[in-house]
T-cell receptor, first 111, second 113 residues
Framework: SQQGEEDPQALSIQEGENATMNCSYKTSINNLQWYRQNSGRGLVHLILIRSNEREKHSGRLRVTLDTSKKSSSLLITASRAADTASYFCATDPFGTDKLIFGTGTRLQVFP | NAGVTQTPKFQVLKTGQSMTLQCAQDMNHNSMYWYRQDPGMGLRLIYYSASEGTTDKGEVPNGYNVSRLNKREFSLRLESAAPSQTSVYFC????????????FGPGTRLTVL
């Protein structure tokens, strides 16, 4: 399978805590993206980090990328109950017009 | 703008029946994609179309066919449905010119009995 791997598969935290999820991938990439999926809905793009970047911030989101280890992490700070969703990483390999999605992390944030 | 729309939202088929899932986007995007999502498997690419008139196989194309009818529409056809095709199907589109984000439709939940 070309899919990337994410861990943990599931994560439960209290509101206000930080949530960290990790993604590993297999190929050389142009960029790596993170998406969010609320239950029963389509995916929504959160943030993109290019292969020559090491860290990127967007609001309460912080993404890191280590191309030497072929891994990325997504940190959600000061989580809220509304952050409850599944989060997927997706890699954009060189020379293709498609994304390869990871298996996802299910995040549950308790009020 | 409606973004990416899919029809139907739900469908139940019997083994051997055929059906077509419809997808349309109004963002003038060149690339369109069909994925299936199974529990614990994330999204797997079935077929994609980099531009009008072209289609390519993804990771799991067997049992499916696609048509890129025009720039807006990309349909997915199951000729003889099997229980293994029970899944949620998502269509997505993506623009060009350095914009790499994909935009997703709301999905079609398909059950094959």
């Amino acid at each position: 399978s070309q899919q990337g791997e994410e861990d943990p598969q599931a994560l439960s935290i209290q509101e206000g805590e930080n949530a960290t999820m990790n993604c590993s991938y297999k190929t050389s990439i142009n960029n790596l993206q993170w998406y969010r999926q609320n239950s029963g809905r389509g995916l929504v793009h959160l943030i993109l980090i290019r292969s020559n970047e090491r860290e990127k911030h967007s609001g309460r989101l912080r993404v890191t990328l280590d191309t030497s280890k072929k891994s990325s992490s997504l940190l959600i700070t000061a989580s809220r109950a509304a952050d409850t969703a599944s989060y997927f990483c997706a890699t954009d390999p060189f020379g293709t017009d498609k994304l390869i999605f990871g298996t996802g992390t299910r995040l549950q944030v308790f009020p | 703008n409606a973004g990416v729309t899919q029809t139907p939202k739900f469908q139940v088929l019997k083994t051997g029946q055929s059906m077509t899932l419809q997808c349309a986007q109004d963002m003038n995007h060149n690339s369109m994609y069909w994925y299936r999502q199974d529990p614990g498997m994330g999204l797997r690419l079935i077929y994609y179309s980099a531009s009008e008139g072209t289609t390519d196989k993804g990771e799991v194309p067997n049992g499916y066919n696609v048509s890129r009818l025009n720039k807006r529409e990309f349909s997915l056809r199951l000729e003889s449905a099997a229980p293994s095709q029970t899944s949620v199907y998502f269509c997505a589109s993506r623009g060009t010119g350095g914009v790499n984000e994909q935009f997703f439709g709301p999905g079609t939940r398909l059950t094959v009995l």
